[in-house]
């Protein structure tokens, strides 16, 4: 079967424009030499696409004969960067080792109820160096997105979280990041078929929006969390109050569970401001029929605050940390 590209990274493919009189005059000049190397791809009259093998010599080439400030590069369709920012790109290649050796494990935080007892757990990836340490998070994710890996990195997350969601008891949260899927029907089907293959009740599984950009576009959205709730899985979404802060947005979403974000929680039993955003949240998760949870819950006063004005889940170190899965 054939690998789709998007899942597992391959060569990539710069997209290098070139601008002013000196460096259209020069460009024509390398054209042979990549080509005759293998790593030109193709050419026109001001741009060329090269081969990631290639970009190293090309890069000292053109800081020592060309004017870089009139070169720019891209890959596959991403927005135009100043070439001088090339490096950065290749600095960050060791994240495919990652997704291609599937170097990442699986830790739970527990979810509670009110009670204090254990509802579900939320999934977290951490990365595994060759040593065995530990990678941040953060830098992986954002030298994936340096380097448009964000999909292969967010589908082997997903992956690896219906793998060991298996031996956890209640519901599990699964993180997706929702621009990195281009086509729901193909880019979630190898997640469906695993829980399938596992034997995993469709229910048990709660796949959570963890971005906390602005909804670019909502119908793509819509139509991923439709994917998820036409086969039997719930959806969350994180960061509720920054990231989802209208009415009118969660109406069309309609999420099985609302989290408030972290910053309108730690503290809110002493803020009448993060008391006003809590409230609202609650209201809104009243109209919706969803369930509203507190997460990045530390202290003691904030978790009593947040029960006593009505919400129904909580998370946060004060319940538990995140802990490697048994």
Request: net charge negative; aromatic share 10%.
């Given at each position: 079967?054939?690998?789709?590209?998007?899942?597992?990274?391959?060569?990539?493919?710069?997209?290098?424009?070139?601008?002013?009189?000196?460096?259209?005059?020069?460009?024509?000049?390398?054209?042979?030499?990549?080509?005759?190397?293998?790593?030109?791809?193709?050419?026109?009259?001001?741009?060329?696409?090269?081969?990631?093998?290639?970009?190293?010599?090309?890069?000292?080439?053109?800081?020592?004969?060309?004017?870089?400030?009139?070169?720019?590069?891209?890959?596959?369709?991403?927005?135009?960067?100043?070439?001088?920012?090339?490096?950065?790109?290749l600095s960050s290649?060791?994240?495919?080792?990652?997704?291609?050796?599937?170097?990442?494990?699986?830790?739970?935080?527990?979810?509670?109820?009110?009670?204090?007892?254990?509802?579900?757990?939320?999934?977290?990836?951490?990365?595994?160096?060759?040593?065995?340490?530990?990678?941040?998070?953060?830098?992986?994710?954002?030298?994936?997105?340096?380097?448009?890996?964000?999909?292969?990195?967010?589908?082997?997350?997903?992956?690896?979280?219906?793998?060991?969601?298996?031996?956890?008891?209640?519901?599990?949260?699964?993180?997706?990041?929702?621009?990195?899927?281009?086509?729901?029907?193909?880019?979630?089907?190898?997640?469906?078929?695993?829980?399938?293959?596992?034997?995993?009740?469709?229910?048990?599984?709660?796949?959570?929006?963890?971005?906390?950009?602005?909804?670019d576009d909502l119908?793509?959205?819509?139509?991923?969390?439709?994917?998820?709730?036409?086969?039997?899985?719930?959806?969350?979404?994180?960061?509720?109050?920054?990231?989802?802060?209208?009415?009118?947005?969660?109406?069309?979403?309609?999420?099985?569970?609302?989290?408030?974000?972290?910053?309108?929680v730690q503290g809110?039993?002493?803020?009448?401001?993060?008391?006003?955003?809590?409230?609202?949240?609650?209201?809104?998760?009243?109209?919706?029929?969803?369930?509203?949870?507190?997460?990045?819950?530390?202290?003691?006063?904030?978790?009593?605050?947040?029960?006593?004005?009505?919400?129904?889940?909580?998370?946060?170190?004060?319940?538990?940390?995140?802990?490697?899965?048994?």
């Amino acid at each position: 079967m054939t690998q789709c590209s998007n899942c597992y990274p391959t060569n990539l493919i710069y997209e290098i424009k070139a601008a002013g009189e000196r460096n259209l005059l020069v460009l024509p000049q390398i054209i042979p030499f990549l080509s005759a190397r293998g790593f030109l791809v193709k050419a026109t009259e001001n741009t060329m696409l090269v081969s990631e093998a290639g970009i190293a010599d090309l890069d000292d080439f053109c800081q020592d004969h060309m004017n870089i400030e009139q070169l720019t590069f891209r890959l596959e369709d991403a927005s135009w960067q100043p070439f001088g920012e090339i490096k950065v790109t290749l600095s960050s290649q060791w994240v495919d080792d990652i997704i291609l050796q599937q170097r990442v494990i699986c830790y739970a935080q527990p979810i509670v109820d009110a009670q204090g007892s254990v509802y579900a757990h939320e999934m977290l990836a951490r990365f595994v160096q060759e040593d065995g340490s530990l990678l941040s998070p953060l830098a992986v994710f954002e030298a994936a997105k340096l380097r448009n890996r964000l999909y292969s990195l967010d589908r082997l997350c997903r992956m690896a979280a219906v793998r060991s969601s298996k031996g956890l008891s209640g519901k599990v949260f699964i993180n997706f990041i929702p621009t990195s899927i281009y086509s729901p029907q193909h880019c979630l089907q190898s997640t469906i078929q695993l829980a399938q293959q596992l034997n995993i009740d469709p229910s048990k599984l709660v796949f959570e929006v963890v971005e906390t950009e602005q909804v670019d576009d909502l119908d793509h959205l819509k139509s991923i969390l439709g994917y998820y709730k036409h086969h039997g899985f719930q959806y969350a979404l994180d960061d509720v109050g920054e990231g989802f802060s209208t009415i009118e947005l969660l109406q069309q979403l309609k999420p099985h569970y609302m989290k408030l974000d972290k910053g309108f929680v730690q503290g809110v039993a002493i803020s009448s401001e993060k008391q006003i955003v809590a409230i609202k949240m609650l209201e809104a998760a009243v109209q919706i029929n969803s369930v509203p949870l507190a997460e990045g819950v530390e202290d003691e006063v904030d978790f009593a605050w947040l029960r006593d004005n009505g919400f129904k889940l909580f998370q946060g170190y004060l319940f538990g940390r995140p802990a490697p899965i048994a």
